[in-house]
């Protein structure tokens, strides 16, 4: 018995981005990740989602946000962040160091990669690619005090240049 | 081989050399590296790379092996574990790019 598409392969069930090619992402795209023809008409329905944000949140979405990671708890930490320092991310999760005036500690930061994976679903779906829900991240490290004493940080999204808080719900402007 | 560390000298810091890339959306480039203290804290000025959170966290673990086995006198990277790959599937497993790093140790300039 011949098996159906969904069967034999592990990607998401619907693909909403089937027919629909990219055009205008296909040759900036593959120049820039060094992607041959095949690779690039063998993107998976994930990797089109993603790529689709563009439509919604405005081709330069990447660049117009950042997302900062601001310390509200210090108690406990060895590794000496400060509350009301902060760590800056661009939206393809890199740091900033130029913008960021805390120590860089992984155990704290590690955590807020969470945040990235949602910013892009959510700008595909034209929403404020921050989450609305999940915006606490706090030390991996666990001592003595059971987790009553941690570093901790609340994300939130800001302008990249006016570096104005943005919150609303939808940033869609297609 | 482990090697005997003096457990007094903090003067050492974790590297993660980039060993492969495989089109990578944040440009990180073979043979650049990211650099650590035993704390577990990047040296933003000391690394070469995008500092890309998605293979940064992926070395996080790594980072607090190190610091228990050099506490313990012992080399601070684990022979098991010479390698790490970031959270991105790759572009056959439904992500986009891949890097891979290696773990190495220096002294600290």
């Known amino acids: ?174 | 081989m482990t090697i005997k560390f003096d457990a007094t000298d903090k003067n050492i810091e974790i590297v993660a050399k980039v060993a492969h890339v495989r089109h990578c959306a944040n440009f990180i480039k073979e043979n650049e590296i990211f650099v650590f203290d035993l704390e577990g804290r990047l040296l933003p000025s000391k690394s070469t790379a995008n500092l890309c959170l998605g293979i940064l966290a992926r070395i996080q673990p790594a980072l607090m092996i190190a610091r228990e086995r050099f506490q313990c006198g012992l080399d601070p990277l684990p022979v098991t574990v010479p390698y790490l790959d970031c959270f991105d599937t790759g572009i056959d497993f439904g992500g986009m790019g891949k890097v891979t790093v290696e773990l190495l140790v220096r002294k600290a300039s």
């Open chain 1, 1 to 174: 018995m011949v098996k159906s598409f969904y069967e034999t392969t592990h990607h998401f069930r619907t693909n909403h981005l089937k027919n629909d090619p990219l055009e205008e992402l296909r040759e900036p795209l593959s120049k820039a990740l060094d992607l041959n023809e095949d690779d690039f008409n063998s993107l998976s329905p994930e990797v089109k989602n993603l790529l689709s944000g563009r439509r919604r949140l405005g081709a330069n979405w990447l660049d117009d946000f950042e997302v900062v990671a601001e310390v509200i708890s210090e108690n406990g930490c060895d590794c000496g962040v400060k509350i009301g320092q902060k760590a800056v991310f661009d939206m393809r999760h890199r740091l900033k160091p130029e913008l960021s005036d805390m120590v860089c500690c992984m155990n704290l930061l590690s955590p807020v990669l969470a945040i990235f994976y949602m910013t892009f679903d959510r700008a595909s779906e034209g929403l404020n690619p921050l989450t609305r829900v999940w915006t606490h991240y706090e030390c991996v490290k666990t001592k003595d005090s059971l987790a009553e004493n941690k570093a901790r940080v609340k994300v939130y999204l800001r302008d990249s240049k006016t570096h104005q808080i943005v919150t609303s719900a939808v940033l869609d402007k297609s």
